[in-house]
């Protein structure tokens, strides 16, 4: 399949740029910047476009890409700091602005080129850079400024190699899909290959290969990538080779185990192993209040209960697969191309048997190529129930780190009622699909309360809501109070051991998302 390759720089919308170029039906795929080119060129690349950066390309020591690239023969766009980098290697000048240009700016073109084909100018980018080209590199001109009179744009004389000072993967950059689609398609000459039926078909015939008479098996959390995975594989193979392993550590929400074992009957899955395993993770965290003790002694529990319940059920040589997502390996720092497979090695080594199954050839990832939208509109043509599709994350440890002191099944009962109030009210007030991620804690304090003539002494809870594109950041959802107030009467009225509310007005950073 044709494909653009995306040069990562450290920039904070790289990912972004991938994203972008699959929109028009261009698959993409992203390698560390440094990269030796001989490594990670294949024949489907048909054009390789360069990042931006956190660094400035003038500085000592700051991510090169390979000198070879200027020459490979492939048409290059360079953005911001790829922009950079190709003007110094033709002896072009970059220099600090007096001022960062952050925000809109538009552009004028001042010489026509395939980059801007069809688009009318002047229009509106979008800039984040503290650096500029002072001077274009000797074989290439200035096409196009912006409004502060910078280099907007450069073209080789000669070559197919283009850099622009903004960034046309922002979703501020008018008409910023259409120049990486008349880079991609026009310019590169990509055929728009990818879309998810062909995704779909292409893993279907994969799986079956791998798999042949194998039997695979998946492990469940509940969550939306294991189960699309779940889905591709009941899809791809017969159900009875499929064997879907969910662990119930006794940490998780209200009905969630039922309804992870409907859904998965609902996709045709046969062979289920539903493990009940309360009392293999609770006895353990006994008395425990140190977070990360809590996630150790969860993460050994797993690492246990998988082994026992694998050698009870699975015959050796079997499958295993996971729901890996592409930002997970990107994440992790492994490139594409022929170098793929030993940077994957490296990646998420995970538990023992992941890693015995990883080095034995035996471990599968059919999301692999996909970003987290991908999978959900995967999710949702494989028939996933919609509301699995869209539901917010759910850490491995589950409630475990959400009751702020020792746990007890009773503590676990109460923040389990609670939590299940809070969000079946998002969902009926419409608040939940503007939600990233929101859950409620058990404050480890009791505080005063009056009810009927009686004072009493209950819990507190806190409710959080964020908004975040990926969890690395997030702010505080700006709650309705109306909405807020009926919620916290309705869980303060419901759950009698809970005598206040609060709700949590903190952002990412400086705050984490969890409050453990
Ligand atoms: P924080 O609290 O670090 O959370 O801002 C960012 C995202 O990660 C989730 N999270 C976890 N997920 N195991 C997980 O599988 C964990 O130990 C864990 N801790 C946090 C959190 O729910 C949020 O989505």
Known sequence: MDRILILDFGGQTTQLIGRRIRDFGVYSEIAPGTSEIADILTPDVKGIILSGSPHSSWEEGTPQPDPALFDCGLPLLGICYGFHQITR???????????????????????????????????????????????????????????????????????MIRGVQFHPEASHCEHGTKILENFAVGICGCQRQWTLEQYIERQRSELQQQAAEKDVLLLISGGVDSTVAAALLLKALPAERVWLMYVDTGMMRKGESDEVAKNLKALGAKNLLLIDAKDRFLQPLSGVEDPEKKRKLIGDAFIRVQEEEVAKHLPPGYLLAQGTLYTDLIESGMGVGKNAQVIKSHHNVGTPLVRAKRDAGEL?????????????????????????????????????????????????????????????????????????????????????????????????????AVTSSDGMTADVYDFPTKDLLEISAKITNSVKQIGRVVYDISSKPPATIEWE
């Open 89 to 159: 290697f033709d002896g072009g000048v970059v220099k600090p602005l007096p001022h960062r240009e952050y925000g809109r700016s538009q552009v004028q073109v001042v010489q026509n080129d395939p980059l801007f084909e069809g688009i009318e100018a002047p229009f509106d980018s979008w800039m984040s850079h503290g650096d500029s080209v002072d001077a274009p590199g000797r074989n290439h001109d200035v096409i196009a400024v912006s409004e502060n009179g910078v280099p907007a744009a450069i073209a080789h004389r000669d070559k």
């Open 364 to 464: 599968i990832e059919p999301l692999d190529q996909l970003y987290k939208d991908e999978v959900r509109r995967l999710g949702l043509m494989l028939g996933v129930d919609p509301a699995i599709v869209h539901r917010h994350p759910f850490p491995g440890p589950g409630l475990a780190i959400r009751i702020l002191s020792d746990i007890t099944e009773e503590k676990l009962e109460i923040l389990r009622e609670a939590d299940a109030i809070y969000i079946s009210e998002l969902r009926q007030r419409g608040l939940y699909d503007q939600i990233w991620q929101a859950f409620s804690v058990l404050l480890p304090v009791r505080s005063v309360g009056v009810t009927g003539d009686a004072r009493d002494y209950g819990f507190v809870l806190g409710l959080r």
